[in-house]
Every structure is written in C-alpha cells, then in structure tokens.
C-alpha cells in the first residue's frame, strides 16, 4: 500500500516538474485528480476493497497525498502563467543606450513676443491680455474712426456681423486701459491680429503686432521719443538710430511714422532699405484728444501716447529672414535654427 501511494507520488512529480504550459497543466491535473479514471481518485475509490483495519491509514496517506497534488499543482499553474507573461512581454536590454528625445522649443515669434513684453515689464507697465474677436466699437469707433471712415480700408477687415470682428490691430489697448484704469496708465498688449491680406512673401492674413499705451500728466513727444529710442536700442542693438517722419493714424495727432537706421548697412544705403539708409518700423503719436475722451479721460492736463509695431516685422529685420510665410509653415528645417 505505502509503496503504491509513493509510486503515485514520485510519477506524479515527474509529470508534474515537466509541465511547461498550461495545456500539459491541464492534462497532468486531469491524470491524477479528474473525477473519473483520475490516478489519486481512483486510488481513493478502492479504499472500501481494503481489509476494515488498513483503511483508515489508507485514506489518511491518500487524503495526504492528494493535498500535496493539489497544492503542487497550484504552485505549477502560478509559474507556468508567470512563465507564460514574460513570454509574451518584448526583451528589454537595460544597459542599451536611450534614444535621443528631441525637446521642443519656442517658436521664434513667441520668443520675441515675450522678449518684448519682458522689457515692458521691466519698465513697470502692465501686459493686457485682450480678445482676438474684438467689438468693432473697441477696434475702430473709439479709435476716432466711425463707421464710413476713410482709414477703416486701409485694414481690410474679417467680420463675423456689424458690429463683431477679428481686430486688426493691438491698438484696442488704448480704449481698454483707459476705459478701465485712471491716469497714470502704462500698458502693452501683444498678440495676433488679422486681415483680409493676401499671402505672400511680404503678408500674411494673420500677423504679430505690440501696442503700447502711456497715459499721465504733461506727456509730450519727447517722451514718446525718449521711450522709443530705449526700447528700439534694446530690442534691435544699441548702435541704431531712429528718426520720425509726420504720419497719419486717426487716433493719434500728431502721428508719426518711425524709421530705423538699416540694420543690414548701418545705413549707408543698400538693396533692403532701396538705398536710403532706413527701414520703416513703426507708427506712434500722442493720444488723439476725441480717443481720450471718449475713453473718458476729461482732464485737460493728462495726455498720452501711443504706438505700435508688428513683430513679425521686427522678427524679420532681425533675423534676416525674407518671407514672412517661412514663419507659419511649420516647417522644422527652418525653426530649428533659432
Ligand atoms: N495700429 C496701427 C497699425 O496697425 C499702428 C499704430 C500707429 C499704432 C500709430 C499706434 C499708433 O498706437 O500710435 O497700422
């Protein structure tokens, strides 16, 4: 009797410890425990053939005997799945070198975006971060331009409905801080703007513009001069000069039209500035009176000044780029050099 329960035993570790997946499992399970024609099984079912007194030691060795095949074959099954999912997880080689992630960056716009608006704010003037969809009162009306306006052409203008449209440039921030403010104001706002323009190497339906706004007891022209003069200096290098042409905007009297030395020839003359020494940059003027004052600035004392300028423009001055679509195309062998 010990003998057949040991020869079970030792055949069934055999069988057992050459399982190698769950189908051979299955069989081995089925071969010493299926309820019909299983090897302990039936091993147990002979228990009533045995002589009274040897069945009770006979059916304790069996019971032994078919825990430990129960549990054998547990611990089998967990090692053969866990076999199983390694299988099918791909070879990792930890000691293999990475593979180089290519980090984004700013666009060159962007960048200069912020670069202008980080000297504003280092001159203590607040950024306003303002609609794109803008009210055509904030665009144009309150910008001494009413509808009909000879100078609302000039800006061939996307509309949504009469009164809705995508501004067409930052000088919304003059109406928007001073109806929002008290003097003295100093504020920027930088951002796209758009406008039915084709594209082509010189524009683009869609541009970058910065506006800058500075409302305040008895400011005159040289201080507008003296401002441009710091901020042209910091943003294109301290060597240029600026000079100012008349130049009509109607929300600004007088109006100025700003020039820079050429960057490319220092100004004595080139193909970029057609041989004049200078580059047109900018519009600026004081605060037309009818713009103050319908923003509600009343007092006759405070005056303001504003200008404006695209920084796409200034992006292409600088880096010497001659299309401007090169900016929005996306196109990674050109980004990737700023
Ligand atoms: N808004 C004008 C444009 O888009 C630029 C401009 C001119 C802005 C004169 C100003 C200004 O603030 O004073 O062409």
């Known amino acids: 009797m010990r003998e057949t329960i040991s020869r079970l035993r030792q055949s069934f570790e055999e069988d057992c410890a050459a399982v190698t997946g769950s189908e051979d499992w299955k069989a081995v399970r089925d071969k010493y425990l299926a309820r019909e024609g299983g090897l302990v099984t039936g091993a147990l079912k002979k228990l009533r053939e045995l002589p009274k007194e040897e069945r009770p030691a006979f059916g304790q060795a069996m019971n032994a005997l078919r825990e ?31 593979v180089p992630l290519a980090p984004g960056s700013a666009h060159p716009i962007k960048r200069l975006q912020a670069e202008i608006e980080e000297i504003f704010v280092s001159m203590g003037f607040e950024v306003l971060d ?12 309150a910008l001494n331009m009413p509808p009909n306006h000879p100078a609302r052409d000039a800006q061939d203008t996307f509309y949504f409905d009469d009164a809705t449209l995508l501004r067409t440039h930052c000088s919304s921030v003059q109406v928007h801080s001073m109806e929002t403010r008290k003097p003295p104001i100093r504020a920027i706002s930088t951002g796209k703007v758009y406008r039915r323009d084709p594209f082509d190497a010189t524009h683009s339906p869609m541009f970058y513009q910065v506006d800058v706004i500075v409302v305040e007891e008895g400011l005159h022209m040289g201080h507008l001069k003296g401002m ?28 100025a039209e700003v020039d820079i030395s050429c960057i490319f020839c220092s100004g004595k003359g080139c193909a970029k500035c057609k041989q004049s020494g200078w580059i047109e940059i900018l519009g600026a003027g004081m605060v037309h009176p009818r713009v103050l004052e319908m923003s509600g600035i ?21 880096y010497g780029v001659d299309d401007i679509r090169l900016f929005f195309d996306n196109d990674l062998r050109f980004l990737n050099q700023f």
């Open 68 to 98: 430990f095949v129960e549990d054998r074959l547990d611990a089998r099954l967990q090692a053969v799945k866990a076999g199983e999912r390694d299988r099918k997880r791909p070879f990792v080689d930890v000691t293999r070198p990475g």
């Open 130 to 141: 303002l609609p794109e969809i803008e009210r055509d009162y904030y665009n144009f009306e």
């Open 228 to 255: 441009l003069d710091v901020f042209l200096k910091r943003v294109f290098h301290p060597g240029i000069k600026m000079r100012l042409r008349p130049g009509f905007f109607p929300f600004v009297e007088p109006g």
């Open 298 to 318: 009343r007092d006759p004392r405070v005056t303001g000044f504003a200008w404006g300028m695209g920084i796409d423009r200034v992006a292409i001055l600088k």
